[in-house]
Nanobody, 119 residues
Framework: QVQLVESGGGLVQAGGSLRLSCAAS????????MGWYRQAPGNQRELVAT???????NYADSVKGRFTISRDNAKNTAYLQMNSLKPEDTAVYYC?????????????WGQGTQVAVSS
C-alpha cells in the first residue's frame, strides 16, 4: 500500500509564506506526476500545481509567480512553496500522486492540510 503524509499548513497573514510537504511511502516502483490541489468551502477542488518526474511544472494562473512546486525523487517527496499569500488562497490543500506500485498504476490523494490566510 501507498501512503501520503502532508504537512506544513497553518494560519498566516496576507503576504506571508508557507511551505507544504507531501511524502509518499510504501511499495512504490515509480512516481510519475506529483501535484497539489486545493478546495475552498463551497468550491470544487482545483489544480494548483503539478510536477513530472523529469521536473516539468504546471501552475494555475492564480498562483503563477507566487507558488513554486518542487520534488525530491530520492525521498519521494513533493513541496509547495507558497509566497505572497492572499486570503483567496485559503483552502484545504491536497497532495496528488500518480505512481506505479506492485499492483499497477494508481492515483493517490493525501488527507489534506488546511491553509488559512488572514487579511
Amino acid at each position: 500500500q501507498v501512503q501520503l503524509v502532508e504537512s506544513g499548513g497553518g494560519l498566516v497573514q496576507a503576504g506571508g509564506s508557507l511551505r507544504l510537504s507531501c511524502a509518499a511511502s510504501g511499495t512504490i516502483l515509480r512516481i510519475n506526476v506529483m501535484g497539489w490541489y486545493r478546495q475552498a468551502p463551497g468550491n470544487q477542488r482545483e489544480l494548483v500545481a503539478t510536477i513530472t518526474n523529469l521536473g516539468s511544472t504546471n501552475y494555475a494562473d492564480s498562483v503563477k509567480g507566487r507558488f513554486t512546486i518542487s520534488r525530491d525523487n530520492a525521498k519521494n517527496t513533493a513541496y509547495l512553496q507558497m509566497n505572497s499569500l492572499k486570503p483567496e488562497d485559503t483552502a484545504v490543500y491536497y497532495c496528488n500522486v500518480d505512481l506505479f506500485e506492485i499492483t499497477g498504476r494508481r492515483v493517490n490523494w493525501g488527507q489534506g492540510t488546511q491553509v488559512a490566510v488572514s487579511s
